[in-house]
């Protein structure tokens, strides 16, 4: 056989060596990983929530906003203040 097999046979055997290692650590590691996709999920939804009371309030704000312009141009130029 030639040097070149048996380099390439070690790298195989190392390379699958590592799998197997790769694969044991991702088992020993699934309950965590899988509370930790739980706990995303959750957030997720808290996120969500938050995002659409943003979204309303940021209306709320715009309409406040067009309310003052309204009030503001209904008052006499002597009682303005200036900014």
């Known amino acids: 056989m030639h040097a070149i097999w048996f380099v390439v046979l ?9 799998l197997a290692v790769g694969l044991v650590e991702l088992r020993r ?12 999920r959750q957030r997720r939804g808290q996120l ?21 312009a309204e009030v503001r141009d ?3 130029l002597a009682g303005r203040h200036r900014s």
């Open 10 to 18: 070690a790298i195989l055997l190392v390379g699958v060596v590592l």
């Open 29 to 40: 590691r699934l309950p965590a990983l899988r509370a930790a996709g739980t706990a995303l």
């Open 48 to 68: 969500m929530l938050v995002a659409e009371r943003t979204g309303t309030l940021d209306l709320e704000l715009a309409a406040a906003r067009s309310r003052l």
């Open 74 to 76: 209904e008052l006499p």
